[in-house]
């Protein structure tokens, strides 16, 4: 199995600040036939479902502000929020599609 | 657009099966990969599976033995069965679709919480 890490497991960060969250694989999750890192970022908020942030390390899906950033290959990632704005607390999970059995970073808490 | 919603049984016993059901509104089964993910309270996600609409499986080896996923296309349904549960399979349970184009599950349902008790 692929593992996914997270660092750091909780982060406070002051309104309109930059915050940084770090996701490590056990082994590359970048494709070479198509150079495509098979990695996804998602929000949880409490009491809701995750939410899909971010495919392919770096693309944002529809709707997702662009002060959400992807960024990394192979097998290192980051999750870039440029300017925290108080609707962003809620704990952010990695996540690779590389290979079964898809597996999540254990999450990170980003607080105000 | 596309809703997810689960449903089944909120308690079940010990040795006993676990079955919920996924019902896909606003869209089609075709195409996408059709994914159980779980959720321990107060912790992280897990990937059970999942049952691509042509009908092939993968599933966590984790639960492989006791998990069966099944899609039902004339009802736009699939389901999720987990045999043999303990107290250590009480989470939340979420249904999620999967992509084949761009990856990532990008539509999910609410969850259910199931609690397994005697």
């Known amino acids: 199995d692929i593992v996914v890490t997270q660092s750091p497991d909780s982060l406070a960060v002051s309104l309109g600040e930059r915050a940084t969250i770090n996701c490590r694989s056990s082994q590359s999750v970048l494709y070479s036939s198509n150079n495509k890192n098979y990695l996804a970022w998602y929000q949880q908020k409490p009491g809701q479902p995750p939410k899909l ?3 392919w390390a770096s693309t944002r899906e529809s709707g997702v502000p662009d002060r959400f950033s992807g960024s ?15 609707e962003d ?4 999970y990695c996540q690779q599609y590389y290979n079964t059995p898809w597996t999540f970073g254990q999450g990170t808490k980003v607080e105000i | 657009q596309v809703q997810l919603q689960e449903s089944g049984p909120g308690l079940v016993k010990p040795s006993e099966t676990l079955s919920l059901t996924c019902t896909v509104s606003g869209g089609s089964i075709s195409g996408y990969y059709w994914n159980w993910i ?18 092939s499986t993968k599933y966590n080896p984790s639960l492989k033995s006791r998990v069966t996923i099944s899609v039902d296309t004339s009802k736009n349904q699939f389901s999720l069965r987990l045999s043999t549960v303990t107290a ?3 989470a939340t349970y979420y249904c999620a679709r999967g992509r084949m184009v761009n990856g990532g599950m ?7 919480t199931v609690t397994v008790s005697s």
Do not use: C, M
């Open chain 1, 53 to 55: 942030l971010i495919h």
């Open chain 1, 72 to 86: 990394g290959s192979g097998t290192d990632f980051t999750l870039t929020i440029s300017s925290l704005q108080a």
């Open chain 1, 89 to 92: 607390v809620a704990v952010y």
């Open chain 2, 38 to 55: 779980r959720q321990p309270p107060g912790k992280g996600l897990e990937w059970i599976g999942f049952n691509h609409y042509s009908g």
């Open chain 2, 88 to 90: 250590a399979d009480t």
């Open chain 2, 106 to 112: 990008d539509v999910w349902g609410q969850g259910t």
